[in-house]
């Protein structure tokens, strides 16, 4: 017996393994809250992913990130939603950069519709109330070939962006032209075409039992093998290269002007309400959805959450760089999981009410809480 615990100790060491003590991803979903053990106790069923990023600030400036994984593996499928927009947004930014004659203050019009817009309005949109159409407007302005070979440029290679989101004919190789106007001086980006969607080959790729489409309930597993794709570790990682560029390599960073980066993170932890937005609609925790995601209580002033989330198909996901500027508590987590119980998919009747946002809040509460007992 002394001989097998001996070399359990050892194979965990070089595997580097942690215990539910020194794990703080296992000690929060160890605890009895309901709102966590229903998933914790079946993360297989609901897909379950999360990944935690301890922050350490050093006397000399130095920031040191720790990461935790649990049941995280990019070679299964989860639809993305609308979390695609973090890694667009950041990357349209980026392009921008390059650009001599456009900030983000320099409005533009899309293909032929005549309505201007500015990267400023966009990203308000975006981080906001998670806008498809501005989001879809950087989406024509790089076109998915850019898209994925600036990822794949930062060392993010687990990503596959194919469509624009709830647009029509959205997987259209053809982007359509931008045209940035400034001073009266009208500057043309040309539309390209971009190469066809190959089909995903992922685990998990087929989901649930059924689905609908025009209308008609379809008795087999729905494909996702032509949409988007976005692992939890790139859309992790994407959030950490934001928060903490100097933390990696320069070629692995973005390319963000010191304006853009900060207007980015500006973006990133601002509510509705003070986006424009009716708050009664839009409450607080609308697109926040770790620690507020099940509450339309305001999120009090000393905490800011540079995130963005994700919701469709019955999946939920949220990125989040959490602060707590009083109590200096700062950690990154992100998070999936699949609550559609009746396995059925495109019937809106999904349970992100009942499950899926109270676990993401609790799991937010619990990281949170788990950070104030270390002060």
Do not use: W
């Amino acid at each position: 017996m002394k001989r097998f615990f001996l070399i359990a100790c050892v194979l965990c060491f070089f595997s580097g393994c942690k215990s539910v003590k020194n794990d703080p991803i296992k000690k929060v979903l160890s605890n009895n809250n309901d709102a966590i053990k229903k998933v914790a106790d079946q993360p297989e069923h609901f897909e379950l992913q999360i990944i935690y990023t301890a922050v350490k600030r050093k006397n000399n400036g130095k920031v040191i990130l720790t990461d935790y994984k649990y049941n995280v593996d990019a070679s299964n499928y989860y639809y993305p939603a609308s979390t695609v927009k973090l890694p667009i947004a950041v990357l349209a930014l980026e392009k921008l950069n390059g650009m001599k004659n456009a900030d983000a203050n320099t409005v533009f019009a899309v293909g032929d519709d005549e309505t201007k817009f500015s990267f400023a309005d966009d990203l308000r949109k975006i981080f906001a109330v998670s806008s498809n159409e501005a989001s879809n407007d950087f989406y024509e302005f790089m076109g998915r070939d850019y898209i994925n070979r600036k990822m794949k440029e930062k060392g993010l290679k687990q990503v596959r962006i194919s469509h624009r989101l709830s647009a029509a004919n959205s997987g259209a190789s053809q982007t359509k032209k931008i045209a940035f106007y400034n001073n009266g001086e009208e500057v043309l980006i040309p539309s390209v075409r971009d190469s066809a969607i190959v089909p995903l080959k992922l685990n998990k790729i087929l989901k649930g039992k059924g689905y609908y489409e025009n209308g008609k309930l379809i008795n087999s597993p729905m494909d996702f093998s032509r949409k988007n794709y976005l692992s939890l570790e790139t859309l992790h990682g994407t959030m950490k290269r934001v928060v903490f560029p100097d933390n990696f390599p320069r070629k692995k960073r973005f390319d963000l002007s010191a304006e853009n980066r900060e207007l980015l993170l500006y973006n990133m932890q601002n509510l509705p309400r003070n986006a424009g937005y009716d708050p009664k609609e839009y409450y607080d925790g609308y697109c926040k959805f770790f620690m507020f995601g099940d509450t339309k209580e305001t999120i009090p002033d000393n905490i800011k959450i540079y995130n963005k989330v994700g919701d469709a198909y019955g999946t939920l996901i949220d990125c989040a760089y959490i602060v707590d500027e009083i109590n200096r508590i700062e950690f990154i987590i992100s998070a999936t999981l699949l609550v559609n119980e009746d396995q059925i998919f495109n019937d809106d009747n999904y349970d992100y009410d009942e499950i899926g946002l109270p676990f993401l809040a609790e799991l937010g509460r619990a990281f949170y809480r788990l950070n104030l007992e270390k002060l």
